[in-house]
């Protein structure tokens, strides 16, 4: 295992120099979020947007990674990206979108409301009886009922 923290606050540290209007958010979720990390985990970051949804998302997509990954050098990073407004209100919660949204650490926060955000998704996620199993390594989720449809937001 690593340090957890220690690289938390140092990826914290240097996102802060994140520069540009429309990046609004920078989430830290999988191992590294669990402090689960070790010497070989990448991490796996969320950032969100706003504005940029009307750019190709192959150019999108490598920009903002572009932007990321001058700023953390030092790590293997996985980025993804997705406009805030998607991630408030989503169409459709994927077992990606939930893994994030359980584990989500807030690193950069120019809106000042996610952690209030995730606070009420994570309660509604045990209010609606989801559970989260572990099965090594990677995690799945179990609805309450077979095929029931959740509402988490």
Avoid at 52 to 65: C, P
Avoid at 73 to 82: A, E, H, K, Q
Avoid at 92 to 109: G, H, Q
Wanted: proline letters at 3%.
């Amino acid at each position: 295992m690593i340090n957890c923290q220690a690289v938390i606050n140092d990826v914290r540290a240097k996102l802060s120099r994140l520069v540009g209007g429309s990046f609004m958010a920078v989430l830290l979720f999988g191992s590294l979020a669990r402090c689960e990390a070790d010497e070989y985990s990448d991490v796996d970051l969320l950032v969100l947007h706003s504005g940029l949804g009307r750019i190709d998302r192959v150019k999108r997509r490598r920009a903002v990674y572009l932007a990321i990954s001058a700023l953390l050098r030092d790590y293997p990073l996985t980025v993804i990206d997705m406009d805030i407004n998607e991630f408030l209100n989503p169409g459709i919660i994927t077992p990606l979108l939930l893994n994030i949204y359980w584990d989500a650490m807030v690193l950069l926060d120019r809106t000042g409301k996610l952690n209030e955000f995730l606070e009420q998704v994570r309660r509604r996620i045990v209010e609606s009886g989801l559970r989260r199993i572990r099965d090594g390594k990677a995690y799945y989720w179990v609805l309450p009922k077979p095929l029931e449809r959740v509402r988490i937001i």
